[in-house]
T-cell receptor, first 115, second 112 residues
Framework: QQQVKQSPQSLIVQKGGISIINCAYENTAFDYFPWYQQFPGKGPALLIAIRPDVSEKKEGRFTISFNKSAKQFSLHIMDSQPGDSATYFCAASIWNSGGYQKVTFGTGTKLQVIP | ETGVTQTPRHLVMGMTNKKSLKCEQHLGHNAMYWYKQSAKKPLELMFVYNFKEQTENNSVPSRFSPECPNSSHLFLHLHTLQPEDSALYLC???????????FGPGTRLLVL
């Protein structure tokens, strides 16, 4: 019930195209949904995040769409650029009895944007 | 630059060795975390420290031993590891335990 399922595992998109990554979760107690971007040799970096009371959040070329009833959320990268080539992780977090936000990560999507 | 540094960046060790991973955060955060990242698997939370106190041990084998001497430094002591422990070990910190986590670049560990 703590799993976050992410697809696709890899994605190749033409420069200027739209990249779409999907995630699904089971635990309705999750209350924060961040997306992380990871370049080779680097740790994951927070890209954009959303709370379940909002259906969409946009920051520049990156948009999260959130469907609470379906327990699904997705990342859309508009006008994809070669510099966006990285691994993207969706995540969901919940306040843990140990007194911290426990983050459950998806398995990652390796995005390659080709010129 | 996230303000979280990790050393060493790469480590090769035998199963009988003892080594330590170091993490330092320059962000004034109070919570620190160790994660394990293996290929094609989700990041696995290992340990959580809040104000130097360990608040989570996510069923991690005792061959991994964390230490948090202050809010800026976190260590992971390694002893008699197994080849399946080879992975990228990531440190993260957050202002508080409920805040966004910021990750370091990781230590790539290979156990022979």
């Amino acid at each position: 019930q703590q799993q976050v399922k992410q697809s696709p595992q890899s994605l190749i998109v033409q420069k200027g195209g739209i990249s779409i990554i999907n995630c699904a979760y089971e635990n309705t107690a999750f209350d924060y949904f961040p997306w992380y971007q990871q370049f080779p040799g680097k740790g994951p970096a927070l890209l954009i995040a959303i709370r379940p009371d909002v259906s969409e959040k946009k920051e520049g070329r990156f948009t999260i769409s959130f469907n609470k009833s379906a327990k699904q959320f997705s990342l859309h990268i508009m006008d994809s650029q070669p510099g966006d080539s990285a691994t993207y992780f969706c995540a969901a977090s919940i306040w843990n009895s140990g007194g911290y936000q426990k983050v459950t990560f998806g398995t990652g999507t390796k995005l390659q944007v080709i010129p | 630059e996230t303000g979280v540094t990790q050393t060493p960046r790469h480590l090769v060790m035998g199963m009988t060795n003892k080594k330590s991973l170091k993490c330092e955060q320059h962000l004034g955060h109070n919570a620190m975390y160790w994660y394990k990242q293996s290929a094609k698997k989700p990041l696995e939370l290992m340990f959580v420290y809040n104000f130097k106190e360990q608040t989570e041990n996510n069923s991690v084998p005792s061959r991994f031993s964390p230490e948090c001497p202050n809010s800026s430094h976190l260590f992971l002591h390694l002893h008699t590891l197994q080849p399946e422990d080879s992975a990228l070990y990531l440190c993260a910190s957050s202002r508080g335990p409920q805040e966004t986590q910021y990750f370091g670049p990781g230590t790539r560990l290979l156990v022979l």
